[in-house]
């Protein structure tokens, strides 16, 4: 079964508003999260990385206003999209760590901004 | 920029043919990993190889790593439609970090 869980899976918002994106680890704990971002039929973009009870650190070009990250407990990290517009529409995927060398993913999560 | 650059983009096959992928990168690396990804969902992974491997089995799965070369392939033989899928190459060049740089990818497509 799936040990990544991301929630929702899809969302369809307005745009200006914000979206949160949930990642949780479901029987284990994640010091570290991943969040990746999808366009259609392209490869996983490394938007930041979410750190537990620290601040995330974000790729380069990815603004860290748009896209705020909290990780506050070892099996939760959030994504919210703030402001939305329609080019952040996109498929978010979140990945966590169980241990070394095994990685496991989430879902996804597709926004559409309107 | 991607480290992992896969070849073909696009692969069509029948069933019960082996479908070969390649994957390429630009710098060194602890560990190279293949993933699927069926359409809109999430990552499924494969296999692992670590940079001290050549070569590695799962299944009707066989990656080999050619360090020398900076290129990896994932072999999947007798394919099913099922394995209709993308698949994607993923490096990771920070130890313990597992912050992985993924390929462009290969759609797979097993004709039937």
């Known amino acids: 079964g799936a040990v990544v869980s991301q929630h929702p899976s899809w969302v369809i918002c307005k745009s200006g508003t914000s979206v949160k994106i949930e990642c949780r680890s479901l029987?284990?704990?994640?010091?570290?999260m991943f969040w990746y971002r999808q366009f259609p039929k392209q490869s996983l973009m490394l938007m930041a990385t979410?750190?537990?009870?620290?601040?995330?650190?974000?790729e380069q070009g990815v603004e860290k206003d748009k896209f705020l990250i909290n990780h506050a407990s070892l099996t939760l990290s959030t994504l919210t999209v703030t402001s939305a517009h329609p080019e952040d529409s996109s498929f978010y995927i979140c990945?966590?760590?169980?241990?070394?060398?095994?990685?496991?993913f989430g879902e996804g999560s597709r926004l559409t901004v309107l | 920029s991607q480290q992992g650059e896969e070849d073909p983009q696009a692969l069509s096959i029948q069933e019960g043919e082996n479908a070969t992928m390649n994957c390429s990168y630009k710098?060194?690396?602890?560990?190279l990993q293949w993933y699927r990804q069926n359409s809109g969902r999430g990552l499924v992974h494969l296999i692992l190889?670590?940079?001290?491997?050549r070569e590695k089995h799962s299944g009707r799965l066989r990656v080999t790593l050619d360090t020398s070369k900076k290129s990896s392939s994932l072999l999947i033989t007798a394919s099913r439609a099922a394995d209709t899928a993308s698949y994607f190459c993923?490096?990771?060049?920070?130890?313990?970090?597992?912050?992985?740089?993924f390929g462009q990818g290969t759609r797979l497509t097993i004709n039937p």
């Open positions: 990945s966590a760590n169980r241990w070394i060398g095994e990685l496991f």
């Open positions: 029987d284990f704990q994640a010091t570290t």
């Open positions: 979410s750190n537990e009870g620290s601040k995330a650190t974000y």
């Open positions: 710098t060194s690396i602890n560990n």
């Open positions: 190889i670590r940079s001290n491997e």
């Open positions: 993923a490096t990771d060049k920070i130890q313990g970090a597992q912050k992985l740089v």
